[in-house]
């Protein structure tokens, strides 16, 4: 009886482990990223109105128009007129402004024009891009390169500059790029925010060593990793011109991917902290959308082993499917605003964060190069 029990049990851990490993249908995958966005835009009709929370926000700042990118990539797998008129109606009711300021080299508030720069592809009116371009050619004019002091804003801005270089095809915006992601990496806060040995980034330079979690391991929030691995795809789906800037790009989505690989949960998910298990620890839905995003968006492309890293991906994409997102659309274990794993705790199914946007964008730019990589 006893061997009988054990083999039973060997045989659902089994089947469970097939399961988390099975890559879903395109139908499948495009169905739960309607779900989560079909309530985002019931709950948002008005693309325009102010995000109200703590203090009033325009709704173009960096949540949102982080969820602009997803509903691009939504699009471009699953094209609809209301997704598109959905976007225009956000950016001209902001009159293609950046967010609270156009006259702004902040990398938040400057993130919404990835989407008017692909609504400009689509119809090149030039007034969807006239600010956004002016404040990144003072930029480029200048001679600060130290305006990335945080990692969100690699996500936020490097693919702007790259975006731009190929809109214009001058390669001033792709050196300006890299001028300032070496700064972020190399000098920042005195010695950069990149840890070569690990393989990933502190936040900012406040989390940079002697700083250590809990357990005695190096500060690596998983949101903020997520952040620089999605910037690594998105700039080099621009195809940079310059094979030293390529490689290195590359280099870093490949290197991040093999330190994530070792620390994902046996659920799919990653921990909020990604060397320190125990502090906060428990599936957060923002990075893993991310890791999901970068790896699979790294497979499709070549730079990643389809063996190596297509069981990771789909794990985590089933977890989030199965765990976390809701039956009417809302994603669960989304981690509020912050910048460490201490950030807009507790995490939980049920956990309402602050900002449900950037989350759901996440969530849309993993299923999108999910929804590739099936059959």
């Known amino acids: 009886m006893k061997k009988k029990l054990t083999f039973l049990t060997l045989l659902i851990f089994a089947a469970t482990l097939i399961e988390a490993q099975t890559l879903p249908s395109k139908e499948h995958v495009l169905s739960h990223m309607k ?191 997520g952040w620089v691995i999605a910037a690594m795809a998105r700039v080099l789906e621009e195809n940079p011109p310059s094979v030293k800037h390529r490689k290195e790009y590359a280099r870093m989505l490949k290197k991040m991917s093999a330190a994530l690989l070792k620390v994902q949960r046996e659920d799919g998910f990653w921990n909020v902290s990604l060397h320190d298990p125990g502090n906060y620890g428990g599936p957060e839905s923002s990075g893993t959308a991310f890791f999901v995003y970068g790896m699979a968006w790294g497979i499709n492309h070549g730079y990643l082993s389809k ?15 199965k765990e976390a997102l809701h039956e009417n659309g809302f994603i669960g274990y989304m981690q509020g605003t912050g910048k460490e794993p201490a950030s807009s705790q507790p995490v939980n199914y049920d956990t309402i964060p602050n900002f449900e946007d950037y989350g759901l964008g996440a969530f849309l730019l993993a299923g999108s190069e999910v929804y590739k990589l099936t059959k």
């Open 35 to 225: 779900r989560a966005n079909d309530y985002f835009m019931a709950k948002w009709p008005d693309p325009g109105v102010p995000i109200v929370g703590d203090r009033v926000r325009p709704s173009n700042i960096w949540t949102r128009a982080t969820y602009y990118e997803g509903l691009m990539a939504l699009n471009a797998i699953q094209p609809e007129k209301r997704y598109v008129d959905y976007a225009l109606a956000w950016g001209e009711a902001h009159g293609w402004g950046l967010a609270w300021k156009n006259d702004n080299r902040n990398a938040d508030d400057m993130c919404c024009g990835q989407t008017y720069i692909d609504l400009y592809r689509m119809d090149p009116k030039p007034e969807k891009i006239k600010i956004l371009k002016e404040a990144i050619d003072k930029m480029v004019a200048s001679d600060k390169i130290d305006d990335w002091w945080w990692i969100d804003a690699l996500h936020m801005a490097m693919p702007l500059f790259a975006r731009l270089g190929t809109l214009e095809n001058d390669t001033k915006y792709w050196d300006r790029l890299f001028e300032m992601y070496l700064h972020t990496r190399n000098a920042e806060g005195g010695k950069g925010l990149y840890n070569p040995k690990d393989r990933l980034w502190w936040r900012d330079k406040d989390f940079d060593p002697p700083y250590k979690e809990p357990n005695g391991e190096d500060c690596y929030w998983s949101r903020g990793n």
């Open 307 to 321: 063996t190596k890293y297509l069981p990771a991906v789909v794990k985590a994409w089933n977890g989030l499917c």
